[in-house]
Every structure is written in structure tokens, then in C-alpha cells.
């Protein structure tokens, strides 16, 4: 079992920054590409970004592409979500995913091994 705790969210006004964090753990936390997904109120949970294992492959969605950044820290177990520019549309739940499956995978299914709870982002205009 894996478990992933997301943090970071909050109210941020449109244009500004903000960095969310999952901390995983877990017996067998290693080894698994990890991504950020977001749900909107009344929308479907859609894909933001993926990060392999060792880092090399990233991945993001068209709407976030040059302003979201995703990065990992394996020794602490921990992917990170660089969110800037921010805009209204970005307002969400933020959910981190964990899966061995490749990256590709991240793009066109919501059947993660491991989802963790969300954290909340607002942004205000």
C-alpha cells in the first residue's frame, strides 16, 4: 500500500504562485511514476502533469504547459506541483497519483493505483 498526502493549496489571487506537495509513503513507495490531476466544481477530474521515477519524463497538460512545473525528491518521497500565472480557471481540488504503469498512462486514464485526498486551490480575480 501506498499512501499520498497532498498539501500546499490555499487562496491565491490570479497571476500569482503557488507550490503544492504529496508525501508518500508506504512500504513500497519507491518506484512509481507520480502525477497531479484536478477537478474543477461540476467538472470531471482531467490530468495536469506526470513525473517518472528518475525525473527525465515530464509531462503536462496543454492548459498548464509553461506555467506549472513538476519535479520530485526521491530521498524524501515527495512530487512537487510549481504552480504559476495562476489563473481563475486553475481553481480546483488537487489530487496526486501514483501508479507503475508508464507516464503515457497518465494522460488518458483516471485508473491510478494511488490517489491521495486533494487539496484545495482558489484563485480569486
Known amino acids: 500500500q501506498v499512501q499520498l498526502v497532498e498539501s500546499g493549496g490555499g487562496l491565491v489571487q490570479a497571476g500569482g504562485s503557488l507550490r503544492l506537495s504529496c508525501a508518500a509513503s508506504?512500504?513500497?513507495?519507491?518506484?512509481?511514476?507520480m502525477g497531479w490531476f484536478r477537478q474543477a466544481p461540476g467538472k470531471e477530474r482531467e490530468f495536469v502533469a506526470v513525473?517518472?521515477?528518475?525525473?527525465?519524463?515530464?509531462l503536462y497538460a496543454d492548459s498548464v504547459q509553461g506555467r506549472f512545473t513538476i519535479s520530485r525528491d526521491n530521498a524524501k518521497n515527495t512530487v512537487f506541483l510549481q504552480m504559476s500565472s495562476l489563473k481563475v480557471d486553475d481553481t480546483a481540488d488537487y489530487y496526486c497519483?501514483?501508479?507503475?504503469?508508464?507516464?503515457?498512462?497518465?494522460?488518458?486514464?483516471?485508473?491510478?493505483?494511488?490517489w491521495g485526498k486533494g487539496t484545495l486551490v482558489t484563485v480569486s480575480s
Open positions: 508506504g512500504r513500497s513507495a519507491s518506484g512509481y511514476n
Open positions: 513525473i517518472s521515477w528518475s525525473g527525465r519524463t515530464t
Open positions: 497519483a501514483a501508479d507503475l504503469r508508464s507516464t503515457s498512462i497518465f494522460l488518458k486514464s483516471l485508473d491510478m493505483a494511488y
